[in-house]
Each structure stands twice: as C-alpha cells, then as structure tokens.
C-alpha cells in the first residue's frame, strides 16, 4: 500500500537546509557553474519493460520524497528550502530507436546532462528519464543534484521504485514502505542542534584536533574540486577477500573495519608521518526521523589513525578498530562545522586526507522479468580522492574504486594506485606487522630500485694519474695550463709536476699518504695537486682564509704528513707541522731518479672536508676509481675534445674544483685559472670568458644569479654551464637563456660520492618546475627510501641515498660517522655500501628526480613537515624574484615561523602579490609569515648561502592591524568587524586581515555577501568573498568592477548581468536586455533617469566570453535570459525593456516567463521590429557586424570611410569618438563582433510567438524614412494593444540624452500609474 | 507481542540482545540504556548490518530497514520476538 504521507509536508512553505545541505550548497556556490554536483546512475533494462508501472512507480516516489522537489531560495536570512511542487521529477520518456546507435546516443546525453550544472535556487534538482533504445531495451536514467541525495538515499530510492514497479507488475504486496517526510530530517537536525549531545561532540572532536594537525595525502599538491573526476576500477583475486575475512576473524575487528584502517596505513606510506587523516563517511541515517528519507545526510568523520607498524597486525587493527568506534559515537557532527569551529574554511584548508569508503552491501537492483544492469556515473565532488571497497556482505566479491580530482592525480597515477593499494592489502592481510608490507609492487620496486638505475657502462680501471700522464705524453706541446697570462705546455706541466712527485716522494710520500695544500689559485696551486698525486698520495686542499684553529683541527684530524703552502701562509700553520714551501717550486730540479710509486684505482685520490650543517667538518675520501668514473662519464657524456677551454674558478675545498682542476688534463684541452679573487666579480670573470674564449663553466646557482644581473653577462656565448652545490631554480634557468646562449646542466651529488651523481638538461626547452637534479650518471644507483629502507612510490618525499662505484671510501679517520652515514645497501650485492645524503627528494614519473632540500632544513611547523624548498620553488615560479631562500625562524620562543628572503628581479618585488600566487598555490601553513627583501643573499666564501647571515624579519609581536587607506577599505573593515562580531570593533580589523582566518565561515560569508550587495553591485557569487577574503582585496575587487566599464578599460562589465541602478526599494526591477552587440551599458543612462529610482538590471551576450558555446537559437538565449532574471527576482510581475534586437529578445524573454506562470506587467520596445523582414536577406559579413557596432556606439556608420572598416579601424574611430566600447581589450571586442555576427544570424532564423499581453512601444521617429517599418509588423505575435510612443530621434541616437529624457517621462508616468491602480 | 504465534527466536534472550550489542559497539553492556539512541553508542550501517545477520541466523524475522528505523533495545527485543515494525 502507498500512503501519500499528510499533506501538512507538502505545503510550499519555507523551510531551514540541514546542516548537511548547507554543506553542499556553499560548496555549489563557490563555483556555481561547476556540475560536479551531481549526482547520476543508470540501468540498463532488457526485456519487457511495463512502461507505465516504472512511470507510476517513479510518479509515486516523487511524491513521496520531498527532497527530490527541493529548490534554495535565498533569503536575507541566508539560504532556505522550498518543495516545489513543480519540480517533482516526473518519468520523461525519450524515444531514441530511430538513432543510428541509439544506446551510444543515451550515453552521450547522459554524459552531456551530467556535464550541466544545476542551480538549486533554479533548475529541478532531480530528473528521472527512459530512453527507449529499442523492444525491450531500455535506460532508465536518474540525475539528482547533491543536495537532495546522497549515496545511501539514492540506494533507498531506487530500491523503492524497484519495489513499487514489481508490485505494480506482480501483484504482490510491496515490501518498502512509503519515504518519512524530508521535514522529520530538518527537525531531527534542529533538535540535535539543541541538545547536549551536540556540545559533547562538539567538545569531543575539537579534543581530537586541538594541536591543529596538517592531514597528508597520496599527493603532496592541493587543488579545489574540479568539475569532473577520474575513476578506475579493480577487482581483487578470491584469495584477498579470504584471508581479508579470515583476518576479520582472528582479530575480531570487522572487515570494513579492516579495510578502513590499512587503507588509513596506506596514505601514511605517502604522506609520511606517524597517523593518517582520512575521512570516513557516516551514513547518518540510521535513527528515528532519517531512517527512511531519501535526502543528503551524510556526513564525513575526519579519522586520526595512528599507524603504529611495528605492533602485531591483530593489536593494531583492534586498537583501530577502537578508535573508530569511539569516532563514531560522535558521528552526528558534522564535520563542516567542525572545520568552522577549527577556522578550516576556505581556499585549500583541509581536515582530513583521502576518503575511505567500505560499502559492505553491494546488492543488485532487480526488476521481474529484466535483465538489468547498474551504471553510476556520479556521486558528487572530489576533492583528493576516494577509495571505495565493494563487497558482500560477507565480505566477497571484493572490489576497489578509486575516483579522483584529476588537478591532483592523472588517470595513470590513479590506476598506478588501484595497482599499489590492491598489492598493498594483499600483502598486510597475511602480514605479521604493518611493517613488512612494502608500499610498491614487485613491479614497482623492479621499476624505482633496478630500471631507473640501469647505469651500468665500462670504464677503465685506472688512476687520474695515469689518465693525465697519458694526455701529457700524447700531445707535449699543447697547451695545458693557463694562468696570469702565462701558458704553459702538456710537456712543461709533465716536468713540473713530475719534478714535485719526486722531491715529495723522497719526502716518503706515496700511495695512501694524505699531504694538505694551503694556496690561493695558482700555477703552484695546479702543480700542487698532480704532483702530490703522481706521487701516489692524495690531496687535502686548505683555503688559506680558513681560521688557523680550523687549519690545526684538519690537519690533526687528517693526520697528513706535510702540508704545501706559499711562504706568506704558512706562519698561519700550527708548530711542529711539516711544511714544503709552494715558493720554491719554479726551482725544483728535474729528478728522473727518484722512484715513483703510482697510486692504484683503490688508493686515495684526494680528502675533502665538509663542513656540514650540525658537528665538526669531517673529511670525505675519495678513490681513484671513483673519481674516474666521474670524470670519464663528464667527458665522454658532454663531448668534451681537445679544443674545449675550461675555466677553474671554484676554491679547491669546495669539490667542483675537482672536475675543473682535471677534466682539462684527461682531455686534453687547456685549462684557464682563474685570478684568486676573479671568482666573486662577475665584470672579472665575463672579462675572463670573453678574452680566453672559455667553453665551460661551473656556477653555484647563487653566483649564477649574480652573475646574470650583471650587464656584462649579457649575450656571452659558451658551449656549456654546469650548476651545482645549490638548487637550481626554473626561475634561473629561464633568466639564463635569456641572458647566455650556453648549455645549461644541472649536476647533483654530495663531497661523499666523488662531486656529482646526478645530471639534468636545463637547457632552453626544458620547462621542468622545479628543475630536476635528473638521472643517475655511469655505474651509479639512486635510491628514494622511506624510514625503514623501503622505495617510496613516485611523487612520495623520502631520503636520497646513493651506490655505486663512487661513494667515498670513508670519513677519514671517522668509523663512527662512516658507519652512520655509509650504510649497507639492501639492493646491492653482498657487501655494497649506499650514502645516506640527508637531502629530500621524490620521482617524477619519468624517473628524474626532484631535489627537495636538505632533511635537516626540514621543518615542522604545527606538527606538519614542510618542505622549504618547496615554498621556495613556488616564489621563484612567481618570476619576481631572482633569488629566494625560506627559513623556519625561532625569533620568538615557542613561535616558529617561515620567513622568505627575496631578492628582486627588476627592483623590490612586490610582496603582496607574491603572497597572493603563494596562497594560491600552497596550503596556507607553507605560505611565509613574513618576507624580507634584500639586496643580495650573503654568502660564504665558497659561495654558497650563508643561511645564519639572514636578518630577523620585522616582525612585532601582535601582528600589526594595517588602517584603512580608501573609503572602501575603510567601509569593509566595519563591515567585516559586524559581520565577525569583533569585540573591539573595527579598529581591530587591519585591512590584510583574512575574513576566514578572524572566525568567518560560509554562513557569514553569505551575510557579509548580502551586506555588499546592498552597498555595491556585484555579479558573482559568494566565490568572490571566498577569492577576495580581506577587506584590501575585496576593495580592490569592489572598486575595479564599481567603475565599471565606462572609466576602465578592462573586461570589467562583460558578465552575464549587470547592475545599471541599485536601490534599497522594493520596486519591481527592470530587466534591459542587450542590443546585437551583447553589451547592455547603453542603458546605463535610462535606468538612472527612471523615478521612483529602481533596480535595473542588464542582460548581456554570455557569448562576450570567448569560450562560452554559442546558443544554438535566439529561443535558447531567451531561455537562459528567462532563467537569470527569475534567478535575480524569483517571482514576478516582471519588467522588462529591450532595443534593437534587445526588443526582439524581450519579447521572447517575455514568452518564456508567461509560460512559466509568471506575470509581465512591462514588455518595452524600443524601435524592435520582427525577425521577419531579414530571413531571406544574406546573412552579414565581418564588415556588416562591424557597421552594426558603429550603430550601436551611437554613430551613423556611414561616417566612417569604407578603408576603416577593420577591426583596428573601428576600434581607432570608437577610440576617437570616446566611446567606451572603444576602451575595451582586442579579446573583448572580438567577443562583441563574434556577437553581432552571431545574433544577425539568429535573427534570421527565429519565429515569433505570441505574448499574450501589452507591448510599449518606442519609435525611432526621425529614422527610417522611405522604409516600411512599422510597429504594426507586431500585430500577428502581440495578443494585447501596442501602445506605441513616437521619439524624435534616429534608431541610433534612441540612448542618447534627449531620446532617454522622452522615454523616461513616459515610463515614470506608467510607473506611477501602475503604482497607483496596483 | 500480546501474539499467539510461536516465539521466532526464542535463542534471542533481552540478556543476549544486550550483550550482542555491547560486543558490536565495544561498550560496556552496563552503560547502554535499553531505551538508549543506539547511534549515540556509535552504530552505524556496518555494525546494524552484522547483527541483523546474527539475528537472522537465530530466527528473528528482523529486516535492516526495521532495525535501523528505531535504533533501541527495548524496540529491537519486541522486534526479534514478532514484534509489529513502527514507520
């Protein structure tokens, strides 16, 4: 039996939305165009389908579920809730069987019907179709907004209808029984509002989130929700869903249970961290009122699931499945309010990470005697991602879903993750511990561990030595060495050094004998280094500035034999140390005698000290065979040949020196040194390039800066740039080709692996953000590891380690530190070693690698680890900046704030923007509290950022309140101090201030919203609160589109409406619609002129958008017109005026409003004549749409000359004349002559109906002469009198002053008249 | 249940009922209230869905839909026994 519930419900009446309503709605708002929203399934029905049961049974539902025929009406008081009666969805049938592919023509109308927003306040929120495909084939399709439905009432839903229609069929009894009534939900919600139950869970979850966790994803990037999501779908084999129940069993924690919490541990592998935020649905619907309405009520719980890996799997999951328990006790608050009460509104805010949703009652739909077959083609928005589990039951037949937002993931991560997080459950349902289960697939790990390091390449098993002894005995009178002008020959640098090996050699210097060389850059310097070698020993380079205690501690700790230094250092040493002056050296007798004990591949090449961030410089010592490598792969890679000239300009502690000082020397090619003090001028070192014709040069990316901002960089040309030692930004890298036409490399690689491991080509088509670090180099393995040594999934932080055959061989003298940092390789054969760099890194899919900054920079900040090099990426990819670094500070104790120093591109960068595209970009805890501009970055001798040399930002305590400095601020910070209730009123309210950071949430949003709008005009909707959120920005916002588009020659003034006159009153408003050229400002000056003064609205062309589609009819644009201004005034008497083609529109306009019941007290033309007199001319030219836009600024086309008839020409003679139109951007007019263009044609195909009502009349009196056009061509499609009004004026001059004077008399006076006999 | 039909799930003790509940909600069987809004105790679909299984397998006529429309013990035991459903 169907029980039409009492009619009492029924009543249109007004109603409050649910909590879970507003919910959706505000989020609508936000992007009211956005049709994510809806939600939609179909089934598919084969066989004998009872039409008229399945139209009575939906008939029956629709009056049964009030939600179904919801429409928000907004109010002062904010939004409410209407059932109309009109909007029930009633069974549309469409017959398709005359389409050549009638299935493929319902899908594609359900996909485009799906693709149309809906507008609550507007549209039916709901839609049931049958598209008849054929004898007993049909699609029964049902389409409802998300704020009518969610998942569970769409199950209820169509179960009922199922039911119903079987009764119908069979006879039987049906076994549902009638929907409860959407208002027992309203008032469900209201009392729970009231009770103490809601204080408790209030209190309860604010417990729960008081240390303001940041919640982590499977991505690291945030993004609003999109208009669509991507979906892949998994089944998972048999067994899975076994040993998942026989898990269920033996830790008596239920299966969804189960599911929920390894999927919570299976965010946390990406998201890092010790807990997972995920949201889990309630469904909210079991109790007393909800039960049984089909109506949106779910709600989202934000999960805290502490991820403890290494307890029993069983104690873990029961421990979880606790806390979910406890959780739910709590389930009815809702966690849009939660994230109100936490400040979470707006923007990117997040409360909790992916959600994770276990719908264990998978049962199909069916209907006697059809075959049928679900498709669900929505569920409403996506933020991040939802991960769904499908099963009985029972737990069988278990399958995963992942839909996500495509701005954060693409269709081949997401099927990369059904993939991952299938082997995931798969491995962690027969796992002792969560700790064993590894986060990739065999694949996966195959992939990131063996693929992407598949370097291996041959090398020679030799020594530097031997490699340069070669070039020298190769080519003797090439030149090898520059310096001062003075070059000498391979053969000469043969001599010398050889001269040097053997006085060190009889000093007992051989292999595995550390000698120190303290000298500035010199031919001494070079001789230094290769004779020290060629003596079988390894260099120790000092810099001479170095503090003599730092000198004594390296020397010490290095325990090297003797120590090379020019005369005027060596008073710097400590006592007792061996010293060789470099002073003699030119003197040194050739010794041919002396044995030489050459070093082999395994022997030291050379000890270089770092200094780290924390602890004492501990000294790298690298091997021959490591450093060869090194160097043959740079070689060979780049191509480097014997007419290469490289620069050596880096201090030879700093380990880049390493390849300068000697890939010259195994080419073959000449090596250019640097003046001591050239490395720091960049004039110097462009002078140098220049004149010694360099090829190749290595920059710190800091020094690149410098050196770019130099004008004497400008246009030098060289075969290649290597960057190292720092980040290189996208920023820079674009500045550098603009300013050097050179290769661009950047190389990555720390002291312990023999200078660089990994390269990237930045060169001038490389549009990577952030710039990669790139590729392993020869015989070298890179490993992105996660806290238990397990490959982390692409796009997922970990630490950067490093194999192969260039690691150091130790800290010299150091097993403590070797053993910390140098640690078996799990990867590797028996015996391998990785580095642990301590830098953060990620994957990109195509396995280059993304530098993230050093692990020990990193930060956390209210708990969450924040990436600096991140936030730094995104400023530099402001393009203001020419160098930017962000600390975490601890100026103030307990206060740890980000602070960002910038240096400006072309002057001071202008912080408040980049502070705007930052909290665009990032979440609003990565955007820098403070930002510092400064001239340059200080930096260290080396070159290098000096980080302790940054000054401590201006930061006062209490953040400063910035005064208003306009009018308009001035009025919005009162505004917002009411609105936010703010105690001290609005001297507390800075104009920075963010409306959602002081306590603002939606609800006060849409009151601030009504609040504007009394004041200014605005045309969007609460988005803009939401985009402009403090009063500067907002009064930015407001005076820009305020002046509108007569003074600004902006697209300001090109939106669908706007407002001509505004007032309090609460006269019936007139709506003008556009003349052909789409633009409706031409009114502005009759809707001032009207008395009483009254709303006036303008319509204009949506097609003034250039991506906006084309209506297809002037009927179409009629409709839409039809619907914005019910949207604008939701109930008539309606007024409504139009010139020109605005008349031929308004008339239709007026067409449709009747039909929909509405009144038309006012349907003015202004010189508008049929359609009919232009069908069967040929439709206009470019040259006609822009003859039409002459007429249309006011102005007889015929005065301007045939040659000026172009775009530019007629912009040039709008210009000239002062008309506004002649002020807007080439787009824009391009946007109104695709208009006139556009609307000539729908001209001439339009056919009039009839307005049943008055039509006022307007004539151009001086016009038309010798023509036949007359009002009476209205006669046939007016149905009441044409009250016709001659003007004396031409049809082009009808918005002028004097023409608008005449028609405004005779519109106040009919005003008035209506007021009176109204 | 002033009925004259046999008993459907005699098994279905007020005793046992309670202790079910208690088990499937991690509660204290002492802090439940028969006349308690079971979702207030965090019963949700998953759970109401198990032990309508049980219950099922014990004999009581009881459907999903009853359950959750009433989410009460004292509601819930005159269920399992014959009870009529309220709407």
């Known amino acids: ?47 004998p389908l009872d039409i008229d049961a399945l139209r009575r049974a939906i008939d029956t539902v629709a009056d049964e579920a009030d939600a179904l025929a919801l429409r928000v009406v907004e109010t002062g008081d904010g939004p409410r809730a209407l059932v109309d009666e009109r909007h029930r969805p009633r069974l549309q049938q469409v017959d398709l069987t005359a389409a050549a592919d009638p299935l493929a023509e319902a899908r594609a109308r359900i996909v485009r019907d799906m693709q149309t927003a809906v507008d609550p306040t507007r549209d039916p929120v709901a839609v049931q179709v049958l598209y008849v495909l054929g004898a007993g084939h049909h699609i029964w399709y049902q389409r409802i907004h998300h704020i009518a439905i969610d998942g569970y009432g769409t199950t209820l839903l169509t179960a009922r209808i199922c039911d119903l229609y079987a009764s119908f069929v069979t006879g039987r009894e049906p076994v549902t029984v009638p929907f409860g009534p959407r208002n027992a939900v309203v008032a469900a919600g209201q009392d729970y509002m009231a009770s103490d139950r809601f204080a408790a869970d209030r209190q309860f979850w604010l417990d729960q989130f008081t240390d303001r966790p940041e919640p982590g994803s499977l991505t690291p990037r945030v993004a609003l929700t999109s208009h669509h999501y991507l979906t892949v779908n998994v089944e998972l084999p048999a067994d899975v869903g076994e040993r998942l129940v026989a898990l269920s069993a033996s830790s008596g924690v239920v299966w969804p249970d189960v599911l929920a919490a390894l999927s919570a541990a299976y965010v946390q592998r990406h998201a890092g961290g010790d807990e997972a935020i995920v949201g889990l649905p309630a469904m909210e619907r079991l109790g007393r009122a909800a039960a049984r309405v089909p109506a949106m009520v779910m709600n989202i719980l934000p999960a805290r699931i502490a991820i403890d890996e290494d307890a ?29 009460d936490l400040g979470l509104i707006g923007g990117t805010r997040r409360l909790h990470g992916p959600l994770v949703n276990v719908l264990p009652f998978d049962a199909p739909f069916e209907l006697p005697g059809l075959e049928s077959r679900l498709e669900i083609v929505g569920t409403g928005p996506v933020d991040d991602m939802t991960i769904t589990w499908r099963a009985d039951g029972s737990g069988r037949g278990l399958r995963l879903e992942l839909d996500a937002n495509p701005e954060l993931y693409s269709i081949d991560e997401l099927k990369a993750h059904a993939d991952r997080l299938g082997h995931f459950l798969a491995r962690a349902v027969e796992a002792r511990r969560l700790a064993d289960v590894p986060t990739l697939t065999p694949a996966e790990t195959t992939h990131w561990v063996r693929t992407v390091n598949d370097t291996a390449h041959p090398v020679p098993d030799t020594t530097l030595v031997a490699l340069i002894e070669r070039q020298m005995a190769r080519r003797p009178d090439a030149p090898a060495l520059r310096f001062g002008g003075v070059t000498w020959s391979y053969g000469e640098f043969d001599r010398r050094t050889r001269a040097l090996a053997a006085a060190l050699a009889r000093r007992g210097v051989g292999p595995e004998t550390i000698v120190a060389v303290m000298a500035p850059r010199s031919f001494e310097l070079v001789t230094a280094l290769v004779g020290i070698m060629r003596a079988g020993g390894a260099y120790l380079p000092i810099d001479p500035a170095y503090p003599a205690d730092r000198v004594a501690t390296m020397l010490r700790s290095s325990k090297a034999a003797l120590v090379l230094a020019f005369a005027a250092d060596a008073g710097r040493l400590p006592d007792g140390v061996p010293v060789m002056l470099l002073d003699d050296l030119q003197q040194l007798e050739a010794d041919e005698s002396t044995p030489l004990t050459p070093p082999s591949p395994d022997n030291a090449a050379y000890v270089i000290y770092t200094s780290g961030s924390t602890g004492e410089p501990k000294g790298a010592l690298i091997e021959h065979r490591a450093i060869v490598n090194r160097l043959e792969w740079m070689r060979e890679f780049y191509g480097f040949d014997e007419s290469d000239r490289l620069l050596q300009k880096t201090p030879a502690t700093f380990d880049v020196s390493v390849w300068e000082f000697f890939l010259a020397f195994t080419t073959g090619a000449l090596l250019v040194v640097a003046p001591p003090d050239a490395h720091r001028d960049p004039a110097w070192l462009a002078a140098i390039i220049r004149e010694e014709r360099i090829t190749t040069v290595h920059f710190v990316p800091s020094m690149l800066a410098v050196f770019l901002a130099d004008p004497a960089s400008a246009g030098l040309e060289l075969r290649r740039v290597f960057c190292s030692g720092e980040e290189l930004t996208a920023a820079l890298r674009d500045r550098f080709h603009e300013v050097i036409r050179a290769e661009l490399h950047n190389l990555y690689g720390p002291t312990e692996a023999a200078v660089d491991v990994t390269w990237w080509n930045a060169g001038p088509h490389d549009r990577s953000s952030p710039v990669p670090i790139g590729f392993p180099v020869w015989n070298t393995q890179m490993y992105i590891l996660d806290g238990r040594l397990r490959p982390v999934p692409p796009g997922t932080i970990g630490d950067l380690y490093i194999a192969g055959v260039q690691l150091a061989r130790e800290y010299l003298n150091r097993p403590d530190l070797t053993a910390e940092r140098f640690v078996p390789d799990p990867f590797g054969p028996a015996g391998a070693r990785m580095y642990k760099t301590g830098d953060l890194a990620r994957w990109r899919p195509d396995g280059a690698i993304e530098f993230l900054g050093r692990s020990d920079f990193q930060v956390k900040i209210r708990g969450l680890r924040i990436e600096l090099g991140e936030i730094e990426a995104a400023i530099a990819d402001t393009g203001a900046v020419s160098q930017v670094v962000v600390i975490a500070r601890d100026d103030r104790p307990g206060d740890r704030q980000l602070v960002a120093y910038l240096v400006g591109r072309n002057g001071a960068p202008d912080v408040d923007a980049i502070r705007e595209q930052l909290a665009a970009r990032l979440p609003d805890y990565m955007v820098p509290a403070a930002f510092v501009v400064l001239d340059e970055l200080p930096l260290s001798p080396n070159g290098k950022l000096l980080r302790s040399a940054l000054p401590a930002p201006d930061l006062r305590a209490g953040a400063p309140v910035r005064p208003p400095r306009t009018a308009t601020e001035a009025a919005l910070v009162e505004l917002f101090a009411d609105v936010l209730g703010v105690a001290d009123g609005p001297s507390a309210v800075g104009v920075d201030d963010d409306f959602f950071g002081m306590g603002g949430h939606s609800l006060l949003a849409a009151q601030l919203m009504t609040r504007l709008r009394e004041r200014w005009p605005i045309d969007g909707g609460l988005g803009v609160v939401f985009a402009h959120p403090t009063p500067a920005r907002l009064a930015e916002y407001l005076d820009r589109s305020q002046r509108g588009p007569a003074d600004t020659p902006d697209d300001v003034g090109l939106g669908p409406v706007i407002q001509l006159n505004r007032t309090p009153g609460d006269e019936p408003a007139l709506f003008c619609i556009h003349p052909a050229g789409g633009l409706a400002w031409c009114y502005r000056r009759l809707a001032r002129a009207l008395e009483p003064a009254r709303n006036v609205y303008g319509l204009q062309a949506r097609t003034l958008d250039p991506a906006a589609p084309a209506p297809p009819s002037l009927d179409a644009m009629a409709a839409d017109y039809a619907a914005t201004i019910r949207s604008l005034q939701p109930q008539g008497p309606y007024e409504l005026a139009g010139w020109s083609v605005g008349g031929i529109l308004a008339h239709t306009v007026a067409i449709h409003l009747r039909d929909a019941g509405e009144e038309v007290s006012l349907l003015a033309m202004i010189d508008a004549y049929p359609c009919d007199r232009w069908r069967n001319e040929p439709p206009p030219d470019e040259s006609a749409a822009l003859r039409a836009l002459v007429l249309i600024a006011g102005h007889d086309p015929s005065t301007v000359p045939a040659s000026q008839l172009t775009r530019e020409g007629v912009t040039a003679f709008l210009r000239a004349a002062g008309h506004p139109m002649g002020a807007l951007s080439d787009e824009a007019l391009s946007g109104v002559i695709r208009v006139v263009s556009h609307n ?9 109906r009839v307005f049943d009502g008055d039509v006022l009349f307007f004539r151009a009196a001086l016009d038309h002469q010798g023509t036949t056009l007359s009002p009476d061509e209205w006669r046939p499609y007016v149905r009441g009198t044409i009250d016709v009004h001659d003007v004396p004026s031409l049809h082009a001059h009808l918005m002028g002053p004097e023409a608008t004077a005449v028609m405004a008399r005779v519109l106040n006076g009919r005003g008035s008249a209506v007021s009176r006999n109204g | 249940m002033s009925n004259t039909k046999p008993d459907p799930a005699p098994s279905l003790t007020l005793e046992r009922v309670r202790a079910d509940i208690a088990r499937i909600l991690q509660a ?24 309508t299984q049980e219950w099922q397998a014990a004999g009581a006529p009881v459907t999903f839909d009853q359950l959750a429309a009433w989410p009460e ?13 309220i709407h």
């Open chain 1, 1 to 47: 039996m169907t029980t039409a519930p009492a009619p009492d419900v029924r009543e249109a009446v007004l109603s409050p939305l649910t909590q879970a309503e507003l919910g959706i709605w505000y989020a609508q708002r936000i992007d009211p165009a956005n049709p994510v929203f809806n939600t939609g399934q179909y089934l598919e029905l084969r066989g």
């Open chain 1, 312 to 340: 029993p799997l069983d104690e873990w999951l029961t421990r979880t499945a606790r806390h979910l328990q406890r959780l739910r006790r709590h389930a009815r608050y809702r966690g849009e309010q939660l994230r109100r």
């Open chain 1, 1240 to 1248: 000539s044609l729908l001209v001439r195909r339009h056919h009039h």
């Open chain 2, 28 to 51: 204290d069987e002492a802090d439940i209230a028969d006349t308690d809004n079971l979702i207030d105790h965090g019963l949700d679909s998953i759970r109401l869905m198990a032990l």
């Open chain 2, 73 to 85: 013990i004292n509601y819930w035991f005159s269920l399992l026994h014959g009870g009529r459903p």
